[in-house]
């Protein structure tokens, strides 16, 4: 199984909402990003965690708050977003550094089409 | 600053032509580069390399590496119209998780 699920897959929000995306996977994977991805772009790292820690997190404004509450969870919570981060945001997930074997390649999920009125 | 870059960008061709994609990068402590493909949603991953010369092939696809250049390259034989879409081309360094990624090319098959 090389799924990853995120939920919800369209959102519309205004700028004094308050939103939060998913992902899920069950690969037994201990390393999950986010990345935000606008359109004819190639996608852009926002966060990394490894081992349910925050390993990287790309200078992203305060208005994205990410949470991995366990280690096939991670959440990206929304607030007072701007125009501007309308965008599809995938998450991913892969076998952190370090590990034993020689896999690392990343498995996305199918995105949360973000659009922010 | 880590860098990767793909050419062509943009790529037209008739169904039954081959393709060659082209991916150049210069990432601090390389350790691997990986091919994806995007239609319209996420990227589906289709190879990693990570050792100069060894081929690797899954049916009309096959990638290589040559890590004294610092270039892949992604050949699609015999195209049909569902190998459009856009392929990713992203290097990842050693010592983070990070996956820089080039702008892609975007290929379109006419029938």
């Known amino acids: 199984d090389t799924e990853v699920t995120q939920t919800p897959k369209h959102l519309v929000m205004g700028m004094t909402n308050k939103k939060s995306l998913k992902c899920e996977q069950h690969?037994?994977?201990?390393?999950m990003y986010w990345y935000k991805q606008k359109a004819k772009k190639p996608p852009e790292l926002m966060f990394v965690y490894s081992y349910e820690k925050l390993s990287i997190n790309e200078s992203v404004p305060s208005r994205f708050s990410p949470e991995c509450p366990n280690s096939s969870l991670l959440n990206l919570h929304l607030h007072a977003l701007q125009p501007e981060d309308s965008a599809l945001y995938l998450c991913?997930?892969?076998?952190?550094?370090?590990?034993?074997?020689?896999?690392?390649?990343?498995?996305f999920g199918p995105g949360t089409r973000l659009t922010v009125t | 600053e880590d860098k990767v870059v793909q050419s062509p960008l943009s790529l037209v061709v008739h169904e039954g032509d081959t393709v060659t994609l082209n991916c150049s990068y210069e990432v601090t402590n390389f350790r691997s580069l990986l091919w994806y493909k995007q239609e319209k949603k996420a990227p589906t991953f289709l190879f990693m390399l990570t050792s100069s010369g060894i081929e690797k092939k899954s049916g009309r696809l096959s990638s290589i590496l040559d890590k004294k250049e610092l270039f892949s390259i992604l050949n699609i034989t015999a195209t049909q119209t569902g190998d459009s879409a856009v392929y990713l081309c992203?290097?990842?360094?050693?010592?983070?998780?990070?996956?820089?990624f080039g702008q892609g090319t975007r290929l379109t098959i006419n029938p």
């Open positions: 992203a290097a990842r360094g050693g010592g983070a998780q990070k996956l820089v």
């Open positions: 991913a997930s892969s076998h952190p550094h370090g590990w034993s074997g020689s896999s690392y390649e990343q498995y």
């Open positions: 690969m037994g994977h201990r390393a």
